[in-house]
């Protein structure tokens, strides 16, 4: 049989004018697939037998496999999303043989992407304090052999952002938090949630102060720790300040006593709202009484003072307004006592604490991981999404799907935005007092660093639902106790989706009380 009469006669089953055809195809795992070839057979009496030849070109052929003499043929091991291209020859027993038949082709159908597994129940401790970081760890597989990231449900569906399989995480109140984790793919392919593992978070103990006659004063710091009516005793004479003439005779215009600090003290570790107690007050003019009390914090670092705050309520106790103090930095304090004729006395000596350092700003960009919103969020509409820009900080509210967004773009004298924490709508039974009205956006609490000292700054707020007509802001005095308007300051813009504040470092709107290049504001839209 000469070749060319091989290349004349070689025809193969057919379908229309196609000679060789693919009767079966099928996967046979999530990375290869076989395909199965028939053909009509030559009718030469000196057919010796036939070839494959296939590749992921056409009439460009890298494999080549005789089957010898039949006429079909199972070829195995294709890649998974891949197109093959398939022809057939002849050849007899002198070893001739034809030209290429018709070409098929089959693309193989792509991977199929499994899900990973349920992760294992996270490991971790089962029990801590109140803002103590715990760490949680957990593992997946994935049947494609895809790199795997993880979150986690810290409890309440308070979920973390995407990231490794061992993550920390601590909790501001006391009770039962079940944790889970899931798992997701490269392909973004999610996992089930993993069963629950529950962490109970108790309050840390108080620290034991005994105060063994009363007096406001702990014994660790009273010359009299058993008479109510004595504390001090200047001169080192074992007389008591109050009683002793001498000690009397040296008050310069019968300045009140100076404050002795109670809390905290020695270094002591305490959360960023820390509680600053003094001792009671004390005169040795009759007829006078408490009338103001000035507080004093300063950063151990650098001996900035964050808070310089005249109060006349808060007197010998002030809770520190949220985000004027940072996580895991060591401060130092003092008070003074001014009383009712305005005569002050002298300052306290100071005393020292840290502030703990909880990991809820793990990527330490100013939001609270818990507040993360989503990478698609632009609530100033720029086209820019908020997450990569310096000059807006988004955060989602608390149990809402709100989010609020604080932006210094168009303003000058502000040069970062230090932090924004978002808090749920006050209500009764929490520390705010005389609640106003309804707080549809909870309240918004935000740090600025401004250019110099005393600089006036200028912030857009930014809602991702419409402002209801009517609103007003209030801020919170949260050394008062109290609410106040603070509409004269905001300007709410048309699109009832933005308002502009006007805030002043040390001034108005500015909690801290002190002209230091940081501007700490708490307020929020107060609707009819």
């Not at 030209?99 to 801590?128: F, H, K, L, R």
């Not at 200028?458 to 009517?470: C, D």
Request: hydrophobic share 40%; proline share 5%; aromatic share 10%.
């Amino acid at each position: 049989m000469k070749a060319s009469n091989l290349i004349r006669r070689f025809w193969i089953l057919s379908l229309g004018i196609a000679v060789l055809v693919i009767i079966g195809a099928f996967v046979t795992d999530a990375f290869a697939a076989d395909v199965t070839l028939a053909w009509d057979p030559n009718t030469e009496s000196d057919l010796a037998g036939y070839k494959i030849h296939y590749g992921t070109a056409s009439n460009s052929y890298s494999a080549h496999i005789d089957v010898h003499k039949v006429t079909t043929y199972s070829v195995t091991g294709l890649a998974a999303g891949q197109t093959y291209y398939f022809a057939a020859t002849a050849y007899d027993s002198s070893g001739n043989e034809s030209g290429y038949s018709n070409v098929v082709s089959y693309a193989v159908p792509g991977a199929i992407n499994g899900a990973p597994t349920m992760p294992a129940t996270p490991s971790g401790p089962t029990s801590a304090l109140v803002n103590t970081a715990i760490t949680f760890s957990t593992s997946a597989s994935d049947p494609n052999g895809d790199s795997l990231e993880y979150r986690y449900d810290w409890g309440g569906g308070v979920l973390s952002t995407w990231g490794a399989a061992s993550q920390a995480r601590s909790w501001a109140a006391a009770g039962q938090y079940a944790v889970k984790a899931q798992a997701r793919d490269s392909l973004k392919a999610e996992s089930a949630w993993s069963a629950a593992k529950t962490v109970t978070i108790t309050q840390s103990p108080a620290p034991v102060v005994t105060d063994s006659d009363g007096d406001g004063v702990p014994d660790s710091r009273d010359a009299f720790p058993n008479d109510p009516k004595e504390w001090a005793d200047a001169n080192g004479n074992h007389i008591g300040d109050n009683t002793d003439a001498a000690a009397a005779a040296t008050q310069t215009n019968q300045k009140p006593g100076a404050p002795i600090l109670a809390s905290p003290v020695n270094d002591a570790v305490v959360s960023t709202m820390a509680v600053l107690k003094t001792g009671v007050f004390r005169t040795a003019v009759a007829g006078t009484t408490h009338a103001k009390t000035r507080w004093q914090v300063f950063r151990d670092e650098d001996n900035a003072c964050v808070l310089d705050i005249n109060s006349t309520t808060a007197l010998t106790s002030l809770t520190v307004p949220k985000l004027v103090l940072d996580e895991g930095t060591p401060y130092f304090w003092r008070a003074q006592f001014i009383d009712s004729k305005g005569a002050a006395s002298t300052w306290s000596s100071y005393d020292y604490f840290s502030t703990v350092t909880t990991n809820a700003d793990r990527n330490a960009n100013g939001i609270p991981d818990a507040q993360e919103v989503s990478w698609k969020t632009d609530l100033d509409r720029d086209g820019k999404r908020d997450y990569r820009q310096r000059t807006i900080r988004s955060v989602r509210v608390p149990g809402t799907d709100v989010k609020v967004g604080v932006s210094i773009k168009n303003c000058p004298t502000a040069l970062a935005i230090e932090a924004v924490e978002s808090e749920g709508a006050p209500s009764s039974g929490s520390y705010f007092s005389g609640i106003p009205g309804n707080f549809p956006f909870g309240l918004i609490n935000f740090k600025v660093a401004v250019a110099k000292p005393g600089d006036q700054a200028t912030m857009k707020i930014y809602f991702s639902q419409t402002v209801p007509l009517g609103s007003r802001w209030y801020e919170y005095d949260a050394v008062s106790r109290k609410w106040y308007d603070f509409s004269a300051y905001v300007k709410f813009d048309p699109d009832g989706r933005s308002a502009t504040l006007s805030l002043v470092d040390g001034g108005i709107g500015d909690v801290d009380g002190v002209a230091n290049g940081v501007i700490v504001d708490p307020g929020g839209i107060c609707a009819p």
